[in-house]
């Protein structure tokens, strides 16, 4: 079965220190790959999302992920950490046809002021 | 222009009882999907329904059903209630296959 697999649950990290978030998956086939972001009480936003192409992808809020096929990785960076940044990070595989959608299990990150 | 939106926000029922939820896609989108999000078992698919037409079903009860209108709106039904079913109901849309736009979702609390 497909899955998708965050390492760290919790993180925390000081204001304006840099971030990764891990994130691996297992698949044959190219995948369309995606974070979201859930803070407290809320949906989730999508912060970029990976379908071909350049593997190096740039989202919003300053973050940017690197695509590695050889490592099936799909690291999630930041390079300096706002306070406003703490929040709940989902790894998502996602089908190429349909919506059903594989999320990890997520990384809680907090910021530490 | 007006995200998706999930009613009720919160709701709390009893075991044994059904439960109704609602999602009205950004407009323009087709396709909808349901997820279930609990601390135990994180973020699971439900189903998904294009054209008013479930396209895919998620590993879930036959308790767990859903329709789309014509209109692209979406329901969700639980029938007889288990504590189990106490989480946060995503609903999303999208417009072409991949990016999912998510509603702030329905929190059910089984009683």
């Known amino acids: 079965a497909q899955s998708v697999t965050q390492p760290d649950i919790h993180i925390t990290v000081s204001e304006g220190a840099s971030l990764e978030l891990r994130c691996n998956y297992s698949y044959g086939a190219t995948p369309y790959l995606f974070w979201y972001v859930q803070s407290p009480g809320q949906g989730l936003q999508l912060l970029l999302k990976?379908?071909?192409?350049?593997?190096l992808v740039q989202g919003i809020k300053g973050f940017e992920a690197e695509f590695k096929r050889s490592q099936s990785s799909f690291n999630l960076r930041k390079p300096s950490v706002h306070w406003s940044d703490a929040a709940e990070y989902f790894c998502v595989w996602g089908p190429n046809y349909g919506q059903n959608f594989v999320f990890g299990p997520g990384t809680r990150l907090s910021v530490l002021p | 222009k007006a995200g998706v939106t999930q009613t009720p926000r919160y709701l709390i029922k009893t075991r044994g009882q059904q439960v109704t939820l609602s999602c009205s896609p950004i407009?323009?989108?087709?396709?909808v999907s349901w997820y279930q999000q609990t601390p135990g078992q994180g973020l699971q698919f439900l189903f998904e329904?294009?054209?008013?037409?479930?396209?895919n079903k998620g590993n879930f009860p036959g308790r767990f059903s859903g329709r789309q209108f014509s209109n692209s709106r979406s329901e969700m039904n639980v029938s007889t209630l288990e504590l189990g079913d106490s989480a946060l109901y995503l609903c999303?849309?999208?417009?072409?296959?991949?990016?999912?736009?998510f509603g702030e979702g329905s929190r059910l609390t089984v009683l």
């Open positions: 329904y294009f054209s008013e037409t479930q396209r």
């Open positions: 990976y379908f071909s192409g350049d593997t």
């Open positions: 407009s323009g989108h087709r396709s």
């Open positions: 999303a849309s999208s417009l072409s296959p991949g990016e999912l736009f």
